[in-house]
C-alpha cells in the first residue's frame, strides 16, 4: 500500500461496518489514510444471540469503526438514525435505480428465453442469511410465474430447495451472476 502511495491526505480507506477485517485495517493502518468513509448497511447484531459475547463484539467494531469515519455511508435510515450520535455526517445512498430507464420493455435476454412469465425475480448474493423456505413458499404460491434467482450462491441454495420435504420448486431458476 505504501509502495503504490495509498498513504496521502488524497487517500481513502472505505470499511465496511462490522466487518472484522476492516476493523483491523482500520486499528492497524486507518491513521495512515487521509479520508476515511464508515458504510454500514446492515444490522450484523440481529444474527447474534442476545446478550451474547458475540453480539457484544459486533457493537464494538461498528462503534469503532463508525466513530473513526470521516462520514457515515449508509442504505438504511434506520441505521443512519442509530449511528449519527458517533458520527454526525452522514449521506443516504437507498438501494434502488431509476425507474425511467425501464420505461419501454427491452428484449428478453437469452438466459431467460422460454420461462414461463410472469418473472419473479431475486438478485443479490444468495448465500448469506437466505431462508430457502421462503424461496419454497414464494414458488408454490406462484405457481404460474418463475422465480428467476440471480446472483453467487445459487447452487448451494438450489440444492437446499430439493433437500426440502413435499416443497415444489420447479419453476425456480437459477441464472447465474448477471
Known amino acids: 500500500l505504501e509502495q503504490c502511495g495509498a498513504f496521502s491526505t488524497d487517500s481513502l480507506l472505505w470499511i465496511s461496518a462490522p466487518g472484522a477485517l476492516g476493523d483491523r485495517v482500520l486499528a492497524t493502518l486507518g491513521g495512515r489514510f487521509g479520508r476515511i468513509v464508515s458504510e454500514v448497511e446492515d444490522d450484523h447484531r440481529e444474527y447474534c444471540a442476545p446478550r451474547s459475547e458475540e453480539r457484544l463484539q459486533v457493537q464494538r467494531r461498528y462503534e469503532r469503526i463508525v466513530r473513526a469515519g470521516d462520514v457515515l455511508v449508509s442504505n438504511s435510515r434506520r441505521m443512519l438514525d442509530e449511528w449519527s450520535r458517533l458520527q454526525p455526517r452522514v449521506r443516504h445512498v437507498p438501494n ?29 448474493n444468495l448465500r448469506l442469511r437466505l431462508e430457502p423456505r421462503l424461496f419454497a413458499a414464494i414458488a408454490r404460491a406462484f405457481p404460474e410465474a418463475t422465480l428467476v434467482l440471480a446472483g453467487v450462491g445459487g447452487e448451494a441454495l438450489l440444492a437446499e430447495l430439493a433437500a426440502l420435504p413435499d416443497e415444489p420448486h420447479a419453476n425456480v431458476k437459477w441464472i447465474g451472476c448477471r
Not at 425507474?99 to 443479490?124: F, I, K, N, Q, S
Open 96 to 124: 434502488a435505480v431509476d425507474a425511467d430507464a425501464y420505461a419501454a420493455r427491452p428484449p428478453r435476454p437469452e438466459c431467460l428465453a422460454g420461462l414461463r412469465g410472469p418473472l419473479l425475480t431475486y438478485a443479490g
